[in-house]
C-alpha cells in the first residue's frame, strides 16, 4: 500500500512539473528565439575542390519560419574570399551582420554586415571602410548607399554609395568629393603581398 501510494505520489510529480514545463514552452515567441546557436562558427565555400570563401563569426543565431530564414552574427563577422589561384583576394570584417533568405524566392539571398565595415583587398591594396555593407550572394555584387572612404597606393577617395564585385576588384564610387590622387610615384618601391607570402626573405 506504501508502495502504491509513493508510486502515484511520484507520478502526480512528474505530471505537475510537465504541466509547468509546457506552460513555460508555450509562453515562448517561436520568431523571437533562435532555432540553433553556434559559438565560434566556421564555414568554408567550395567550388571544384578549390576553396573560394572563409566565414568565421564568434557567434551565429538562426530564426527560422515558413517563408523565411535569418543567421544573426551579433558579435560581428569576418569573411575571406580567395581568387582561383587560391590567394586570399579579399577580406570583410564587421561588428555585426544578417544573412536573410527567402525561401519563397531563392534569388533572394542577402548579407548584410553593420559596423565599422572594413573591406580590403589584398592583391590591389585598396582598403574601403564605411558603416553599412550589403552581399548579393546571388548577383555576386557587394554595394551600399552609406559614405564610404576609399584607400589606394593611388590616393584617396570619398563618397556616397559604392558597387563592386563580391570580390571587391573593381569598386566604383557612386558620388565622390573631395578626392585626391598620386600623380607621381618613386619606381622603385617595391610592393610585398605579406598576407600570402609564403618562405623566408632573401638575406641582404
Partial sequence: MILMLASVAALASIVVSCNGKLAEADKLNLSETPVQTLRDMFAV???????????????????????????LFPEGLSVYAYNPEGLLESLI????????????????????????????????????????IYWDETNREIYTDCYVKMYSPDGFMQGYGMRSDDHARNSILRR????????????TVVMIDSVNFIGAFPKN
Fill in 45 to 71: 565555400q567550395t567550388k571544384n575542390g578549390k576553396v573560394e570563401m572563409r566565414i568565421e563569426a564568434p557567434l551565429m543565431q538562426t530564426f527560422e519560419n515558413d517563408t523565411s530564414k535569418t543567421d
Fill in 93 to 132: 570584417f564587421s561588428d555585426s551582420a544578417k544573412h536573410f533568405t527567402d525561401k519563397t524566392k531563392r534569388s533572394d539571398d542577402i548579407w548584410s554586415a553593420f559596423g565599422n565595415v572594413v573591406i580590403h583587398n589584398v592583391l590591389k591594396r585598396e582598403t574601403m571602410e564605411t558603416d553599412t
Fill in 176 to 187: 565622390p568629393f573631395n578626392s585626391y590622387g598620386v600623380t607621381r610615384r618613386d619606381s
